[in-house]
């Protein structure tokens, strides 16, 4: 004989871990509180979270007087997360803890048009290395995060016709780490993780937001009621290659995209035209910090023609903030003035009454705490938690 809800004991155990980790609950009169479920409900799925080793005992809660309350915490230490953040000329590396917090780093200029051999190779050897470096092993890992500068297949992690980097099209990113680690690969455009990171880790108190990747290429990250927008084909947020009028050749093969004129790469090939020697957006950085004219004009202009295509966002998107990352963003005044000068003289009142124009928090983390987030959530999403702890 069974009874009911003995199919799936543990249902309703994803949701307690989902309010233990993201810190709305510690208790057990909290979880019972907020979970809506019976008091031995909660008992019992604390023991199979707590046995699963998902969650840890940190003691008593409150000294007010009675016996202070067990409190429960999510075991960020049990394990690590690898994130990769694969940009178009530069590539970040880390690993985090379960919780996406950075326990180790590693980065190199890596042109992504070199293919996936190159660069993909690279971020193997590395994630070795940084485990050893941690003393951590390779069955320590629970979960690999990687974003990509193209358009990129959520389920299977497979590259769809990427405009600039011919070669990994069709390239399917978790078989290449299939060999080394027996832990799930997730895949999303450096875009979003790069947004994920903003929205987690970044203290933004916002839920609809637009985080501009301005480096050597241009891009956005969507962010609606606390979820990346991917859009039917995953291509949403390609801000770069929105049409911005002229004639400027675009590396995409068309002509008049945004990118043309205010990418990374159209200040590179601008600044080259000028006798400079500029190859790396750290390059331009560096001109725009020592306070060289040319280069700080370029930047600030390059600002105002992002704001005119985020000003059209503002009115389709209505988000609360505006973030500005990327590797340009590390110029900071010039370009955030630009962007800010345009969006606020263009926008409709209503949309950017409240709207917050900011750089990035998390500067160059961003995409590797948010490719660790972006396999975190995988992990450790409700429905998957309760199934496998049935
Ligand atoms: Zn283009």
Known sequence: MTTAGARQPQA??????????????????????????ARSTVAQRIEALLRAGLIVSTGGADSTGGRPAETFAFNRTAGVLLGADIGGSHTRIAVTDL??????????????????????????????????????????????G???????ESGTGRLVSPPIMPDWDGVVVPGWFAG????????????????????????????????????IGLGCGLIT??????????????????????????????????????AGWAIRRRLNQHGYEVNTSADIVRLARSGDHRTVRLIRQAGRLIGESLADVVGLFNPAIIVVGGNLAGAREPLLAGIREVVYRRSQLLASRDLRIVPSTLGHRAGTIGAAMLVHDHLYDPHRVSTALA
């Open 99 to 144: 919780g996406g917090e950075v326990l180790a780093e590693d980065e190199a200029d890596l042109d992504v048009a070199d293919g996936p051999k190159r660069v993909l190779g690279w971020v193997r050897r590395r994630f070795t290395r940084l485990l050893r470096h941690v003393g951590r092993e390779p069955a320590d890992v629970h979960g690999l």
């Open 146 to 152: 990687v974003g990509v500068p193209g358009p990129v």
């Open 12 to 37: 309703g155990a994803g949701q307690l871990l989902e309010l233990i980790r993201t810190g709305q609950a510690g208790t057990r009169a909290e979880l019972v509180r907020l979970s809506g479920f």
């Open 180 to 215: 080394d680690y027996a832990a799930p690969v997730v895949v999303d455009r450096d875009v979003n993780i790069m947004a994920l990171g903003e929205l987690r880790a970044g203290g933004h108190d916002a839920t609809d937001m637009v985080v501009v990747k301005v480096g």
């Open 225 to 262: 009621g606390g979820r990346i927008y991917r859009g039917a084909q995953g291509a949403a947020g390609d801000l770069g290659h929105l049409h911005r009028g002229g004639d400027e050749p675009c590396r995409c093969g068309q002509t008049g995209c945004l990118e043309a004129t205010a």
